[in-house]
Nanobody
Framework: QVQLVESGGGLVQAGGSLNLSCAAS????????MGWSREVPGSQRELVAD???????SYANSVQGRFTISRDNAKNTVFLLMNSLKPEDTAVYYC?????????WGQGTQVTVSS
């Protein structure tokens, strides 16, 4: 089993920044891709960004150029630096880690952007 613990969410004004962190523990040896998704009530969970073990990244169009995903394989941690935040970025942000068997999810961290 893989455990994921997110941190770094909070309340920020529009135009501000937040840096989310997600630490993985447990059976981590087979983790490949890691990423961040977000969810607002009444909507489906949206993939925001992901990163392979080798560091290749991809982003949703809505965050391209504003968000940066990175990971520290030695510390089994993935980060999401969010700049130029907008009210529409308000959501619960979830970290995910993929192994050959399934996708593992964290408990989520709330990000609220005030206008």
């Amino acid at each position: 089993q893989v455990q994921l613990v997110e941190s770094g969410g909070g309340l920020v004004q529009a135009g501000g920044s937040l840096n989310l962190s997600c630490a993985a523990s447990g059976n981590i040896n087979r983790i490949n891709d890691m990423g961040w998704s977000r969810e607002v009530p009444g909507s489906q969970r949206e993939l925001v960004a992901d990163i392979t073990r080798s560091g290749r990244t991809s982003y949703a169009n809505s965050v391209q150029g504003r968000f940066t995903i990175s990971r520290d394989n030695a510390k089994n941690t993935v980060f999401l630096l969010m700049n130029s935040l907008k009210p529409e970025d308000t959501a619960v942000y979830y970290c995910n880690a993929d192994d050959p068997y399934r996708t593992h999810w964290g408990q989520g961290t709330q990000v609220t952007v005030s206008s």
